[in-house]
Every structure is written in C-alpha cells, then in structure tokens.
C-alpha cells in the first residue's frame, strides 16, 4: 500500500488534533509547526478532511479546526479511503 504526502499530512494532522483534542480548537499554524507540514498544503488537506466529516473548522480571532468526533471512533483506514482512494496490497 501506498500513501501519498496528501495522505501522510492528513493523518498527522488527524493525530495532532487527536493529541490536543480536548484542548478543543488548534490553529492551523501551531499544526503545521508540529506536525511540519507546508501551510498552503494543510490548508487544502483540512478543506478534503472537513468535507469528509472528519474535522470542523471555527472562524473568527480564536478560530481554528478540530475533530468533529472523538479521536475512539476514528479509524486511519478510512482517512486513507478517503483522501487516497481504495487500498489496495502492492504486489
């Protein structure tokens, strides 16, 4: 199986939300700072992982993302489904 950047972004940005999950709202700049991802990148990578239900965005001075359910019922598998497609074994 193969994951692409997009794919690897997503789940570090997941798993950083997850770890600050009950701090509640985290800026995109203070994820990409830990987790090292390009800004311009994770801001698309968060627009995919928002229309997929997996974070919520807030707007505003305090604003930022946050996981729109427990960090328990996430599974990595269908993060990668969603952001990469289907996984498939490389032969």
């Not at 990148?41 to 604003?63: A, T």
Request: net charge positive; charged share 30%; proline share 4%.
């Amino acid at each position: 199986m193969r994951i692409t950047y997009k794919g690897d972004y997503a789940l570090k940005a997941i798993l950083d939300l997850a770890l600050h999950y009950e701090i509640g709202v985290v800026t995109i700049h203070e994820i990409a700072r830990r987790a090292d991802i390009p800004i311009k990148f994770l801001e698309q990578v968060l627009l995919d992982l928002k229309k997929g239900g997996f974070v919520e965005s807030r707007r505003g001075k305090i604003g930022g993302y946050l996981l729109a359910r427990a960090p328990s019922r996430i599974k990595l598998g269908e993060i990668i489904r969603f952001i990469d497609g289907p996984i498939e074994p490389i032969g």
